[in-house]
């Protein structure tokens, strides 16, 4: 079985500060992981993932996430934070390389301050 | 990457009525799926859309409840039947195109769906 552990729902960062969204996994596998950001009224999109290569992921809008297996972590980091980095985010892991096995974890809301 | 048309963007049904979400691919793909992402909550898997067979239900969810139809590679929809306000939701469809190896799925923008 996998599951996915997003500490902290809510996250608060002012504009320019650091952003870090935490995020564990429990897997039997080695696992493919994944951060999808979610903007107001919209769907899902693809920020990055780990699978299997490099530790360290670049994704999109600057955004980058390390995966540690000694702490089962997969957290996300973006040195300054845009306003428009506002949204939620959900980690998901899935195993074996399959889209259907994928299990999100909770959400964490992202608030920019100006 | 695949471009994901869902319709419609968003519905208020009255409870016991039937809704039917469409989801259309810009291209063929090997998976399509069906989430629900019930308000403040996190995304849960419904189904996998199937090509030419039944789709494949998960654990609390229901043919007779969730009929799924997907005729072809591109195309998928999923109807909400006898509604109550819990089903009050958005659905996400999404999609593991060919050439990814399974192992990215993309989404759709999404059905908000609201019962009263």
């Known amino acids: 079985a996998q599951s996915v552990t997003q500490l902290g729902s809510h996250v608060s960062v002012s504009e320019g500060a650091l952003v870090l969204l935490r995020c564990n996994y429990s897997?039997?596998?080695?696992?493919?992981l994944f951060w999808y950001v979610q903007y107001p009224n919209q769907g899902l999109q693809l920020l990055l993932k780990?699978?299997?290569?490099?530790?360290l992921v670049k994704g999109i809008n600057g955004f980058e996430a390390e995966f540690k297996k000694s702490e089962t972590s997969f957290h996300l980091t973006k040195p300054s934070a845009h306003m428009s980095d506002a949204a939620e985010y959900f980690c998901?892991?899935?195993?074996?390389?399959?889209?259907?096995?994928?299990?999100f974890g909770s959400g964490t809301q992202l608030t920019v301050l100006p | 990457s695949a471009v994901i048309s869902q319709k419609p963007s968003r519905d208020i049904c009255q409870r016991g009525t039937s809704l039917t979400i469409q989801c259309q691919v810009d291209?063929?793909?090997?998976?399509m799926f069906w989430y629900r992402q019930q308000p403040g909550q996190s995304l849960t898997l419904i189904a996998t859309?199937?090509?030419?067979?039944?789709?494949?239900?998960e654990s609390g969810f229901v043919i007779d409840k969730f009929p799924i139809s997907r005729p072809n590679l591109t195309f998928s929809t999923l109807t909400v039947s006898n509604m109550s306000p819990e089903d009050s939701s958005i659905y996400l469809c999404?999609?593991?195109?060919?050439?990814?190896?399974?192992?990215?799925?993309?989404f759709g923008q999404g059905t908000r769906l609201t019962v009263v």
């Open positions: 897997s039997s596998v080695p696992p493919y």
């Open positions: 291209s063929q793909v090997t998976m």
């Open positions: 780990y699978t299997s290569a490099a530790t």
């Open positions: 998901a892991v899935s195993h074996s390389g399959s889209a259907r096995q994928l299990t």
């Open positions: 859309a199937n090509q030419g067979s039944e789709a494949t239900y």
């Open positions: 999404s999609v593991s195109p060919r050439g990814a190896g399974n192992t990215e799925a993309f």
